[in-house]
């Protein structure tokens, strides 16, 4: 599995909109846009592991603290 599938994945799972990921990844919300475009599509950039190794690491800290959606 890729990172954009990992993201696309994580959204999923936890209902996330590109709105949240971009808060708790720290970029602007038009960033999450271009990671999740196709690989073929123009503007299309591929999500970097530490995005994707923070996010995991911030939905599991808000599963504990019983936060989760």
Do not use: F, T
């Amino acid at each position: 599995m890729n990172n954009r599938e990992r993201l696309i994945e994580l959204i999923a799972d936890h209902k996330l909109d590109r709105r949240d990921v971009a808060e708790m990844v720290k970029v602007k919300p038009r960033m999450v846009d271009h990671w999740l475009l196709p690989n073929e599509a123009a503007g299309h950039e591929e999500v970097p592991e530490m995005a994707i190794e923070l996010l995991e690491l911030k939905l599991r800290d808000r599963a504990r603290s019983g936060n989760e959606s």
